[in-house]
């Protein structure tokens, strides 16, 4: 069962290769990442996309940098880590875990001492496989522990991509769902396409099958009568940003979601790892969000579907008001309301 688990991220003898996500499900394409640009752009164009997997990337790209590096110093090579590792934060602002994970390391770098360049390669090397292996820790805890909340249920709606492909392994949202399915007890998902991009489609249907776990997809537009017609006994998503209040921001469309889940009784759960947490921000109203390029509203597939000129407001995510989150799952255990108060113990 575990060997089905697709994972995206791959590191062997200094080689960073990446699944391209966005080939998928048709073709099944590894890349291998040899400059910081492959990084940056991987990350910008979503071959390697969702929160935790991205910071994952970022890690790498500063070994990619220090690798790369003509500095002759370690002063020198530190302060090309850090331009850089603000350059790889660049690529996308709204999930957390990128400049975690880049900060994470530069942070290291600078508290502790190293007598030479190649020292520092070595350390950022065994820092990013860290974060990766921790990542993948991470993801099976939050399995483990939203399995408790799930245990009843016999289908769940999700949102977006939080699987295993959005991490190191096992997922976020799509964890407690494997992890259920290894212990016998299967779960149905109603999957949403997740317009404009599709990851529902394209990325959450494919690994779900591949794992051998019982799938439908339904447009975004269908939520709400699944939620009416089909014993939805819980949703499920992940996270790419969870502020101090417990304001959650992830794939646009997920607070939609979230009202329709409320409107009908059914416990809305998110799922996200304490790297997604940002308590330095006190509410949903001041993340970064994302804005893509009107192309990905007009055209599907290749094909354009709206006028030339046509105005287009393009948001890659949006921020779900705490009050309508049932509880967080997290590597720690489960946060219930008053989030404020339950989020600050959490980082105690
Ligand atoms: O634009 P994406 O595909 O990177 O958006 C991904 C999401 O919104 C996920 O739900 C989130 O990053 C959590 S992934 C475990």
Same mark, same amino acid.
Request: charged fraction near 25%; hydrophobic fraction near 40%; glycine fraction near 4%.
């Given at each position: 069962? =575990?060997?089905?688990?697709?994972? /995206? &991220?791959?590191?062997?003898?200094?080689?960073?290769?990446? *699944? =391209?996500?966005?080939? *998928?499900p048709n073709e099944i394409v590894y890349v291998d990442l040899v400059t910081v640009e492959d990084v940056y752009d991987s990350i910008k164009e979503l071959k390697i996309r969702g929160a935790p997997a991205i910071g994952i990337a970022g890690a790498y790209g500063l070994f990619v940098v220090s690798r790369n590096s003509k500095a002759l110093t370690v002063k020198e090579l530190l302060n090309e880590l850090k331009i850089k590792g603000d350059y790889l934060i660049s690529s996308r602002p709204t999930a957390v875990n990128l400049e975690w994970a880049i900060k994470r390391i530069v942070h290291k770098l600078n508290i502790n001492i190293f007598s030479t360049t190649n020292e520092v390669l070595e350390f950022v090397s065994s820092e990013a496989q860290l974060i990766q292996k921790e990542d993948e820790q991470t993801c099976y805890k939050i399995g483990e522990f939203g399995s408790k909340l799930l245990e009843n249920v016999k289908n769940v709606l999700t949102h977006c991509n939080a699987g295993s492909i959005a991490t190191a392994k096992y997922g976020t949202a799509l964890s407690p769902i494997y992890y259920l399915n290894d212990r016998g007890k299967n779960i149905h998902v109603y999957a949403d396409e997740t317009r404009p991009l599709l990851q529902g489609a394209r990325l959450t249907a494919w690994e779900l099958m591949k794992a051998g776990i019982e799938v439908t997809l339904i447009t975004d537009s269908m939520a709400g009568f699944v939620m009416a017609k089909k014993n939805i006994g819980a949703v499920i998503v992940g996270a790419d940003r969870i502020t101090a209040n417990g304001d959650v921001a992830n794939k646009i469309g997920t607070y939609s979601v979230a009202i329709l889940a409320k409107e009908h009784k059914i416990p809305f759960y998110v799922a996200a790892p304490l790297s997604t947490f940002d308590v330095s921000i006190d509410s949903g =109203? =001041?993340? /970064? &969000?994302?804005?893509?390029?009107k192309e990905e509203v007009t055209f599907i597939g290749g094909r354009q579907y709206a006028p030339d000129d046509v105005d287009v407001y393009n948001p890659a995510f949006d921020v779900t008001p705490n009050e309508y989150i049932t509880a967080i799952i997290t590597e720690k255990g489960i946060i219930t309301p008053s989030y404020r108060a339950n989020i600050k113990k959490h980082f105690e």
């Open positions: 069962m =575990d060997n089905n688990i697709i994972t /995206p &991220i791959k590191f062997n003898n200094g080689i960073i290769t990446i *699944l =391209d996500q966005t080939k *998928l =109203d =001041d993340i /970064p &969000i994302e804005e893509r390029a």
